[in-house]
T-cell receptor
Framework: DVKVTQSSRYLVKRTGEKVFLECVQD?????MFWYRQDPGLGLRLIYF???????EKGDIPEGYSVSREKKERFSLILESASTNQTSMYLC???????????FGEGSRLTVL | QKEVEQNSGPLSVPEGAIASLNCTYS??????FFWYRQYSGKSPELIMS????GDKEDGRFTAQLNKASQYVSLLIRDSQPSDSATYLC?????????FGTGTKLQVIP
């Protein structure tokens, strides 16, 4: 089975702190994604990566950056956390042939 | 116009009935279409994928795609209380995967 592991299930940070959310997949998938999920807004794409060191902005990249130094790991970085970044963050890895996304369990971030 | 639109619901159906979930999308170049189910507090999981016009059936689930109308639907036959969840429509373009806001389905025993 594909496994996508997110490093932290729950985080509480203060405004202005730097936040790292890490995601690791074990299926050698090329494509990985970071979404945030908010009530009434659904899943919104922050960034995605289609290869090591390659990244593309999604629909809401402002305030975020990403890093993909190794194929299995895709990190989301909040350089200076703000209260409006309080959300559930979901990482996903895409199976190349079918296009199916496999999600991690999510990281619930609260910024105070 | 949102890229992927769904009625947020909730959609309430009695147990044993057919639930019909709908989705429209704006990008005519979209290539692949998916339905994910998300239980409260859990991550989304794939239940159906469809790539060409027509119907695709898998057990109690049928996905329908009409690219000319830019419309995707999911039918759930013999709905069960365990089907109560939020159903997310997802559309894949060249590389990006965009989700609708989801439709909450409630199956009443």
């Amino acid at each position: 089975d594909v496994k996508v592991t997110q490093s932290s299930r729950y985080l509480v940070k203060r405004t202005g702190e730097k936040v790292f959310l890490e995601c690791v997949q074990d299926m050698d998938h090329e494509n990985m994604f970071w979404y945030r999920q908010d009530p009434g807004l659904g899943l919104r794409l922050i960034y995605f990566s289609y290869d090591v060191k390659m990244k593309e902005k999604g629909d809401i990249p402002e305030g975020y950056s990403v890093s993909r130094e190794k194929k299995e790991r895709f990190s989301l970085i909040l350089e200076s956390a703000s209260t409006n970044q309080t959300s559930m963050y979901l990482c996903a890895s895409r199976q190349d042939y079918t296009g199916e996304l496999f999600f991690g369990e999510g990281s619930r971030l609260t910024v105070l | 116009q949102k890229e992927v639109e769904q009625n947020s619901g909730p959609l309430s159906v009695p147990e044993g009935a057919i639930a019909s979930l709908n989705c429209t999308y704006s990008d005519r170049g979209s290539q692949s279409f998916f339905w994910y189910r998300q239980y409260s507090g859990k991550s989304p999981e794939l239940i159906m994928s469809i790539y060409s016009n027509g119907d695709k059936e898998d057990g109690r689930f049928t996905a329908q795609l009409n690219k000319a109308s830019q419309y995707v639907s999911l039918l759930i036959r013999d709905s069960q209380p365990s089907d109560s969840a939020t159903y997310l429509c997802a559309v894949q373009g060249y590389q990006k995967v965009t989700f609708g806001t989801g439709t909450k389905l409630q199956v009443i025993p």
